[in-house]
Nanobody
Framework: QVQLVESGGGLVQAGGSLRLSCAFS????????MGWFRQAPGKEREFVAS???????YYSDSVKGRFTISRDAAKNSANLQMNNLRPEDSAVYYC????????????????WGQGTQVTVSS
């Protein structure tokens, strides 16, 4: 049973940075695609980024150039470095994992974390 636990959310001023981490357990980490989604109040869930098993990365246009996704095999974790944050980045951020899928469709990911809140003040 795959388990995902996010950490690192919080309150930051616009232009600041945060680093989210997702601890993965329950299966061999190297065999899973990892990703991040976010959802703001009243808005639809939005794909943020994913990293496939050969460590190919994919980003939404809204975060490209500001966010960086990575994976740490030694710690069985996926990370999301968020720089130059904007108020519109405020949302609950969810870590996701799947054995094969790495695209932007949330329903295709079989495993979700509980989420961590990110709030960017203007």
């Amino acid at each position: 049973q795959v388990q995902l636990v996010e950490s690192g959310g919080g309150l930051v001023q616009a232009g600041g940075s945060l680093r989210l981490s997702c601890a993965f357990s329950g299966r061999p980490f190297s065999t899973y695609v990892m990703g991040w989604f976010r959802q703001a109040p009243g808005k639809e869930r939005e794909f943020v980024a994913s990293i496939s098993k050969p460590e190919l990365t994919y980003y939404s246009d809204s975060v490209k150039g500001r966010f960086t996704i990575s994976r740490d095999a030694a710690k069985n974790s996926a990370n999301l470095q968020m720089n130059n944050l904007r108020p519109e980045d405020s949302a609950v951020y969810y870590c996701v994992a799947d054995a094969t899928y790495y695209g932007p469709l949330g329903h295709m990911y079989n495993h979700w974390g509980q989420g961590t809140q990110v709030t960017v003040s203007s």
